[in-house]
């Protein structure tokens, strides 16, 4: 293309490992280009790289992120004890994604995208249903022991004065047992409801909320009451005028007003019911190659991906020179989503409107019959066909090619 699109301010480019990193490339090159005069800050934070720089280059992403406001992130690995001689690591450094939410203090949203062909196992979910989990405290950062039979359990609070309160847990009396101990702050749960308040605001969706507040009437309580002192504050007016809801409920009448929903909101969970609950919808969704994420800081920072990981199976054979099928949709949504934003920050309706019809041509393309393995697997359509991880994105840009 002659005229590319210009971007004025730069988008924070992470890149990442594997069958991720192949794709990664490709999209630029394929997709976006030809049509796109790409204005990003590139970080490496490929293991290799991480590893080289005594992973400093995550923190500086994240403090790139912070000070331009939009990120798209490729998937990486978070090494474990067998990736330690693979790359010769000099540590086992923590996942990026840890060390990146930390920095922003973001919440995660993550949501399912939706092509005719590939059935949500709930028939009436017609539109996507996004999940925000909390990322912090409660089990996750637990103290737990086993007790012996004979003990007796409590919990002990020390003030700033050195006055101590104490409560009983349990007396084990007849038997063994069990003890845990967890937390959570003020400032982490309101920083999370401002991010989810946000979200909602930003995507014209309806938000949910739910904990146990009956059964725990301190703990989950706070949570509750944090979310609609945040709301009626801030919010409520907010909401009115773009016409959407927040609506709190106990977690089991959420689970099933879910089941029978049609979908199109954001269900905000606490740590522990978004881990398990995300795992839940992504399934019934159909795929987690077709689920993206994005991080959402509370100051309105934003940084995109996709939910999977580096796809390392397809990545040892592409790396013995067999052909790969890997779906690369959910990466070619984080780009998508990055753009938008940017655009819309920027006032840049050419890059707006770009990242509509990228999204645009990829359903297209699987609606179209032209898809990779995980999803002929799946989908119900006739005339499908398995194509290659190249080919798929070859096959998108004959579409894209046609609506730029
Ligand atoms: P994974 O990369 O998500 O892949 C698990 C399996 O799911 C794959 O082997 C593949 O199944 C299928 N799959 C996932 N994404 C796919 C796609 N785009 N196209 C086709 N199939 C797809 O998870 P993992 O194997 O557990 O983790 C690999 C590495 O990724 C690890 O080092 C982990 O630390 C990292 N990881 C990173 C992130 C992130 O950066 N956000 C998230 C999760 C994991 P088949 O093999 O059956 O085809
Ligand atoms: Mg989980």
Not at 263 to 286: E, L, P, Q
Not at 341 to 370: H, M, Y
Request: aromatic share 10%; proline share 2%; charged share 25%.
């Amino acid at each position: 293309m002659e005229n590319k699109i210009k971007m004025s301010t730069p988008l924070v480019e992470m890149d990442g490992d594997e069958m991720t990193r192949i794709i990664w490339q490709k999209i630029k090159d394929i997709l976006l280009l030809p049509y796109v005069d790409l204005n990003t800050e590139y970080y490496d934070l490929g293991l290799v790289h991480r590893n080289e720089t005594n992973d400093k280059v995550t923190i500086d992403s994240a403090n790139a992120t912070l000070k331009y406001g939009v990120a798209v992130k490729c998937a990486t690995i978070t090494p474990n004890a067998a990736r330690m001689p693979e790359y010769n690591l000099k540590e086992m450094w923590k996942s990026p994604n840890g060390t990146i939410r930390a920095i922003l203090d973001g919440t995660v949203f993550r949501s399912p995208i939706l092509v005719k062909g590939i059935n949500p196992y709930i028939p009436t979910w017609t539109k996507p249903i996004t999940i925000a989990r909390h990322a912090y405290g409660d089990i996750y950062k637990n103290t737990e022991m086993k007790v012996e039979k004979g003990t007796k359990a409590e919990l002990v609070i020390t003030d700033k004065n050195g006055k101590e309160t104490r409560s009983t847990i349990h007396n084990f009396e007849n038997t063994d047992g069990i003890i845990q101990g967890v937390h959570n702050t003020k400032e982490s749960i309101s920083s999370f409801a401002r991010a989810c308040f946000n979200y909602a605001l930003d995507t014209k969706q309806d938000i949910w909320f739910s904990t146990k507040d009956t059964i725990s009437k301190q703990y989950d309580h706070t949570f509750k009451d944090i979310f609609q002192e945040i709301y009626d504050a801030e919010y409520d007016e907010k909401f009115k005028s773009a016409g959407i809801e927040y609506f709190y409920t106990l977690i089991d009448d959420a689970v099933a007003r879910v089941i029978r929903s049609e979908g199109g909101f954001i269900w905000a969970c606490k740590n522990y019911d978004g881990d398990v609950m995300s795992d839940m919808v992504a399934t019934a969704y159909g795929s987690l190659a077709m689920m993206t994420s994005v991080l959402v800081s509370p100051s309105g920072v934003y940084e995109y991906e996709a939910a999977h990981g580096t796809v390392q199976r397809h990545y040892y054979k592409h790396l013995k020179g067999e052909s790969t099928s890997t779906n690369s949709v959910a990466t070619i949504f984080a780009w998508s989503g990055a753009l938008r934003k940017r655009g819309e920050l920027d006032n840049n309706q050419e890059l707006v409107n770009f990242a509509e019809k990228l999204e645009k041509a990829t359903i297209t393309t699987i609606e179209d019959g032209i898809m990779t393995g995980d999803l002929t697997a799946l989908s119900t359509l006739s005339n499908k066909k398995k194509v290659d991880t190249e080919t798929f994105l070859i096959e998108v840009n004959n579409r894209l090619k046609n609506l730029v």
